[in-house]
């Protein structure tokens, strides 16, 4: 099992909705990611977790909020969000967080925010 | 600074022929250098990387980068281009802290 699983794929979520993105990955992989993409653009890194810690949060803001409760397992749980935090989501993994490390992708959620 | 740039926004190519897609890097130290491809409402997906070694990286899909230090330039070729190979192609370069700096993505067209 090579795959990285996403869900839902899709989602619409008013500004004052509670909502969780999931990621499930059978790969024995002990680094998981969450990226937000915009159309056409490239993948901004949000959370690495390594080892099932929170490992990078690049500065995102706390109406977002991770959360990885075993090896495969990665959330990601939305609070108040902006019309702006309207994109795909993508969750990565690897073997490990490493400079040689190939990512692998999930299809992503795409996220709307009225 | 850190950066990766691929200077076309789109490529067209008619199938059969061969295709590249250009990718140039800025870094301190040795290069690790990656490309992926995403298909249309899909997540990416690994093509090939550069650690070391030889400067010709065979990937998936029938695809090859080229490295060149002199240049530094990471190139994706293919001999002979398929309509599926449409798709959004980005290289991207590892900084420090495992974090992968991304092009800003180019768009390749196959046309029949």
């Known amino acids: 099992d090579t795959e990285v699983t996403q869900t839902p794929k899709h989602l619409v979520m008013g500004m004052t909705n509670k909502k969780s993105l999931k990621c499930e990955q059978h790969?024995?992989?002990?680094?998981m990611y969450w990226y937000k993409q915009k159309a056409k653009k490239p993948p901004e890194l949000m959370f690495v977790?390594?080892?099932?810690?929170?490992?990078i949060n690049e500065s995102v803001p706390s109406r977002f909020s991770p959360e990885c409760p075993n090896s495969s397992l990665l959330n990601l749980h939305l609070h108040a969000l902006q019309p702006e935090d309207s994109a795909l989501y993508l969750c990565?993994?690897?073997?490990?967080?490493?400079?040689?490390?190939?990512?692998?992708f999930g299809s992503g959620t795409q996220l709307s925010v009225l | 600074a850190q950066s990766v740039a691929q200077p076309e926004d789109q490529v067209n190519v008619a199938e059969g022929n061969p295709l590249t897609v250009k990718c140039t890097y800025s870094?301190?130290?040795?290069?690790?250098l990656f490309w992926y491809v995403q298909y249309p409402n899909r997540g990416l997906q690994f093509l090939l990387k550069y650690i070391t070694g030889d400067n010709l990286v065979k990937g998936s899909y029938g695809f090859e980068a080229e490295f060149n230090k002199s240049q530094t330039s990471f190139h994706l070729k293919k001999p002979s281009a398929l309509v599926s190979d449409s798709a959004l192609y980005f290289c991207a370069v590892i900084y420090s802290n495992y974090q992968l700096i991304w092009g800003a993505g180019t768009k390749l067209i196959i046309k029949p």
């Open positions: 790969m024995g992989h002990r680094a």
């Open positions: 990565a993994s690897s073997q490990i967080k490493g400079n040689n490390e190939k990512l692998f």
């Open positions: 977790y390594s080892y099932e810690k929170l490992s």
């Open positions: 870094v301190s130290g040795n290069p690790y």
